[in-house]
């Protein structure tokens, strides 16, 4: 069965930093693209990040990039993200999604306030 | 960067009635399009990829038409279980975008 587990989540003030991770099972990991989308509460969903299978391209949405990087791990079967430089409009849900966009993560909780 | 629109923004309907959800895309995007489900404290769940066809396990009331610019998502006849917000999403450019989605109810 396939699954992705967030975590990493929690409440972090303006400016911080705070390093999510996606683990995967249940299938091939290294095999499958990877990405982060993100939903602040009550809002819609907003694509954040993309890596590819070996991990040498790299994609980011304008709201995040040079404070977010994302990486992974294909021996530990694992996505990241390291967020820097968190603002209040960071606070949200964010899923890992895998390629072809039909297995999410439950997701992880981030709050970015003092 | 390609923009997405959505109408409604909501919608109400009878158990039974056909409810169709448009989406439209700022430039032409193929049929590089997928709609989404998501329910409350859920994340979303893929529906309809390359803008029509239908995920496995997916109940076929649900469809998907359209490619270009111009998308439509159909229920067929409404389940009390179909009770969510829906999003299309464009994935033939990045910045991948979503649509600000369509929140169906029961009248």
């Known amino acids: 069965e396939v699954q992705l587990v967030e975590s990493g989540g929690g409440l972090v003030q303006p400016g911080g930093s705070l390093r999510l991770s996606c683990a995967a099972s249940g299938f091939t990991f290294s095999s499958y693209e990877m990405n982060w989308v993100r939903q602040a509460p009550g809002k819609g969903l907003e694509w954040v990040s993309y890596i590819s299978s070996s991990g040498s391209t790299i994609y980011y949405a304008d709201s995040v990039k040079g404070r977010f990087t994302i990486s992974r791990d294909n021996a530990k079967n694992s996505l990241y993200l390291q967020m820097n430089s968190l603002r209040a409009e960071d606070t949200a849900v964010y899923y890992c999604?895998?390629?072809?966009?039909?297995?999410w993560g439950q997701g992880t909780l981030v709050t970015v306030s003092s | 960067d390609i923009q997405m629109t959505q109408s409604p923004s909501s919608l109400s309907a009878s158990v039974g009635d056909r409810v169709t959800i448009t989406c439209q895309a700022s430039q032409d995007i193929s049929n590089y399009l997928n709609w989404y489900q998501q329910k409350p404290g859920k994340a979303p769940k893929l529906l309809i990829y390359d803008a029509s066809n239908l995920e496995t396990g997916v109940p076929s009331r649900f469809s998907g038409s359209g490619s270009g610019t111009d998308f439509t998502f159909t229920i067929s006849s409404l389940q009390p279980e179909d009770i969510a917000t829906y999003y299309c999403q464009q994935y033939d450019n990045l910045p991948l975008a979503f649509g600000p989605g369509t929140k169906v109810d029961i009248k």
């Open positions: 999604a895998r390629e072809n966009w039909n297995y």
